[in-house]
């Protein structure tokens, strides 16, 4: 079972910068979409970002021109580069990889631990 784990979560004000980044247990990212998810207390998950093998990327509404997926094969990692951060983009964020860029079911059914971030001044 493949394991991933997400980091770089914390506390930032409004208007500031964070990068997350997610491993993955093994080398599976080269072949698939990645994407990363948020959830909030009460609401579903959902897809903020996603990139395909050949680098196209895909973004919700809510969070384009300010968020920016990138992914390394080599070291089966993918990041979020989130700039102009806001309180409501406060949500723990995992990453997995969805059956299409625009969401789908996702591949992996255990999903990690996720990263808690928060936007407060």
């Known amino acids: 079972q493949v394991q991933l784990v997400e980091s770089g979560g914390g506390l930032v004000q409004p208007e500031g910068s964070l990068r997350l980044s997610c491993a993955a247990s093994r080398n599976i990212f080269s072949n698939y979409a990645m994407g990363w998810y948020r959830q909030t207390p009460g609401r579903q998950r959902s897809l903020v970002a996603a990139i395909t093998t050949t680098g196209i990327t895909h973004y919700a509404d809510s969070v384009k021109g300010r968020f920016t997926i990138s992914r390394d094969d080599a070291k089966n990692t993918v990041y979020l580069q989130m700039d102009s951060l806001k309180p409501e983009d406060t949500a723990v964020y995992y990453c997995?990889?969805?059956?299409?860029?625009?969401?789908?079911?996702?591949?992996?059914?255990?999903w990690g631990q996720g990263t808690q971030v928060t936007v407060s001044s």
């Open positions: 997995n990889l969805p059956s299409n860029i625009t969401g789908g079911t996702p591949r992996i059914s255990s």
